[in-house]
């Protein structure tokens, strides 16, 4: 009985097919449901103790031998059938490829850096996990200052402290503990915030701030500048300012613009004044520049800070903030032409 398994042995070794009608036939002869691999098996009964061991040794010979040259003369073929594309019609248009199309959020940040990398500003980014130093000590946020409790913070550990930012004037620290003056950056990022998930509130979000130090630079470069970004974003220049107040800037302003009353929407979202929030600014505080390290004899600047999103759902129209983070893929695909 060995030798018939030794025999197959040896067919399977030279066996040669002509193509792939010969290597199924081959296949079933041998290794299905009642091929000979099967066979051989069930004769292992009938095999005389003595015999048992080379038998079985033999058998499975046979069946990885099979197994293997099956693995190679499938692969031989399946390149061979390939080929066969050769005789398809290449003049056949393709199917369309399906594009994404970038987030909103992405698509805004993007643009508003673009704004502000035409007069000089660069990017800079940090970490979203900080410490207490950089988020507010730092931005003159000592410990028990009330101001510490105008953005409710998530934290991670206390003493010594380690939260998710509530903003990117951390960035901006780190910006200027590691660059001398002058500096121009924007920063932009996600932050945290414990408040109340809402049509118009999220526990984290997106900002951009910036931050521009330099010899002399004066409340009026900063207006000015305000005014070049938002007629650059929104297509309009008539702002104001109101006195406001920021534990890291003084003086310190909230920017509104005028959006106009020209449909009902506008009345909606302006509440019927025609103008718009759209971000905190101020001249940067001496006592933040002399924290990190800069001279506030020598030098002066500004910083402002705004929303992505809120910027974002003014230019599209949007309502709710929750479907900026819900990627339905519904939403998203609106944005394919606004790259
Ligand atoms: N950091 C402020 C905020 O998160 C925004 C801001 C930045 C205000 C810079 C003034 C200057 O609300």
Known sequence: MISEIEKKIKEVKSFNPKDFKDVENFRIKYIGKKGFINHFFSEFKKVKSSDKKAYGLAINELKKLTIQKLEDLNYKFNSVNTSSIEKEDLTRPFSVLELGSRHPISIIRDKIIEIFYKIGFDVSEGPEIEDDWHNFTALNLP??????????????????????????????????????????????????????????????????????????????????????????????????LRPSYFPFTEPSAEVDIYWGLNSETDYRITKGTGWLEIMGCGMVDPNVLENCKINSNDFSGFAFGMGIERITMLLYQIEDIRILYENDSRFINQFKNSI
């Open 143 to 240: 410990e028990h200052h009330p101001a510490r409790d105008m953005q409710d913070t998530f934290f991670i550990e206390k003493n010594p402290d380690f939260l998710l930012r509530t903003h990117t004037s951390s960035v901006q620290i780190r910006h200027m503990e590691n660059n001398n003056p002058p500096i121009r950056t924007i920063s932009p990022g996600r932050v945290y915030r414990n408040e109340d998930i809402s049509a118009r509130s999220h526990c984290f979000f997106h900002q951009i701030e910036g931050l521009y130090i330099d010899k002399k630079v004066s409340f009026s470069d900063l207006k000015q500048t305000l005014i070049y970004f938002t007629k650059e974003l929104f297509g309009k220049s008539k702002i104001r």
